[in-house]
């Protein structure tokens, strides 16, 4: 079994019982998105695809631990998953997303090419589903994206186009 696959059936594993919030689907299908879009963007090296796909782990499966990413997937993996992996706070939202947003402007090239996946297909079901969460939603996702300069061009790209369409279908509504 590959590495890609065995972070599939991990990530599967440590998601069960999760739902995404807007359409009902496992949650694991996110995380998969996240790795399927970096690859049409052209990204092809496991390590961040698997980052891809274990990128909430740590934030959302309390039973998951680093040590256990890092022993099966090594030290690379487990970087960019921690880079990646929200501090937990009691502060309010505002406070909460503003140190999301100065923490990721800081990570690796690779990390922010990864939430730059992971901003747009978040996007979709937000807009869809929730607009009236979707405009706040969509001002502090686009902050943070122009704060990930670092990011891949392709995938960074790919974003903006999400981020934008997201933008003229609120307007529409």
């Known amino acids: 079994m590959s590495t890609y696959d065995r972070a599939v059936t991990f990530a599967t594993k440590a998601h069960v019982g999760q739902t995404r919030k807007h359409t009902g689907e496992w949650y694991i299908t996110h995380p998969i998105r996240v790795a399927e879009l970096l690859q049409r963007c052209g990204i092809d090296q496991e390590h961040i695809l698997v980052a891809a796909l274990l990128h909430d782990v740590l934030e959302d499966c309390p039973m998951v631990s680093k040590e256990a990413i890092g022993e099966q997937f090594g030290d690379q993996v487990l970087s960019l998953v921690k880079q990646l992996t929200n501090v937990r706070s009691t502060e309010n939202r505002q406070a909460r997303k503003r140190a999301d947003l ?19 297909d978040n996007l979709k079901d937000f807009t869809l589903f929730d607009p009236d969460f979707a405009l706040m939603f969509l001002e502090e996702k686009s ?6 300069t670092k990011a891949d061009p392709v995938v960074y790209a790919w974003a903006e186009r999400e981020l934008n369409k997201a933008w003229d279908f609120l307007e529409k509504i």
């Open 102 to 120: 100065l923490r990721l402007r800081d990570v690796s090239a690779e990390a922010q090419t990864i939430k730059c996946a992971d901003i747009a």
């Open 143 to 148: 902050d943070l994206h122009a704060e990930l």
